[in-house]
């Protein structure tokens, strides 16, 4: 048995996922959030295994949500469930950690078939999604050689929210004063620094200042 977290700010549709999963034999609870804060609180009582979220969530990122989730512990996956057909934010969830990738027009039967597939180590993405990425690879060319890449490249290892989370340190505020400064939680901001710190491979912040700036991350 499972547990799984919904992560979408559509009531409608929220309610609708919930609905289907929870009538699933497979999952022992299904429990619903509109934003990061809400969905990272519960999971720290609750423990989930699952998480299918959206990307955009009311001028929130839920690129945040699941990196901070597949990092929180290894058993853990993301799936996301999207409208967005752009292949820089497909790739940036892909990024980020999801292991998956629906859009949200597809039949609610290929929900249940995705988890099931990342249960057994398949990575489920929609064949419209697929044919978007493998477009979007084969215009871009061939991948370039390790320590060619470029700096837009570079910057796309960190989510807007890891970003901004940065900028901050950088100008010397505690991770108590960047909470307050964006109006997340303590524990939030630490796990976004740690999250920093493993995409830098660094391990403080002088270090992660230095490869940031190096990287062309942060000015």
């Known amino acids: 048995m499972i547990r799984i977290a919904v992560l979408e700010d559509n009531d409608v549709l929220r309610k609708r996922l919930i609905k289907i999963l929870n009538e699933w ?3 022992s609870q299904a429990h619903g959030f509109s934003g990061n804060q ?3 609180q519960m999971n720290l009582k609750e423990g989930y295994d699952v998480l299918l979220a959206d990307l955009s969530l009311n001028g929130e990122n839920g ?3 699941i990196s ?3 990092n929180e512990r290894k058993e853990n996956f993301a799936i996301v ?3 967005s057909l752009n292949p820089a934010r497909i790739l940036s969830a892909i990024k980020s950690g999801a292991i998956g990738y629906l859009h949200k027009d597809d039949p609610s039967i290929r929900i249940i078939g995705a988890i099931e597939m990342a249960l057994g180590g398949v990575s489920p993405i929609s064949p419209s999604i697929a044919a978007l990425i493998l477009n979007e690879i084969q215009g871009n060319g061939v991948a370039e050689e390790e320590g060619e890449h470029s700096t837009s490249k570079k910057v796309d290892v960190l989510t807007k929210r890891e970003t901004e989370v940065l900028n901050l340190i950088t100008r010397g505020l505690t991770n108590k004063e960047v909470a307050t ?3 997340i939680s303590r524990n939030t901001v630490d796990v ?3 999250n920093i710190y493993t995409k830098l491979q660094t391990s403080n912040r002088t270090e992660t200042i230095f490869e940031a700036r ?3 991350i942060i000015k």
């Open 192 to 194: 976004h620094v740690r």
């Open 181 to 183: 400064a964006i109006s």
């Open 38 to 40: 809400e969905f990272i």
């Open 63 to 65: 690129e945040d949500s």
């Open 25 to 27: 034999d497979y999952v």
């Open 214 to 216: 190096a990287m062309g």
């Open 81 to 83: 469930i999207s409208s």
């Open 68 to 70: 901070y989730f597949v």
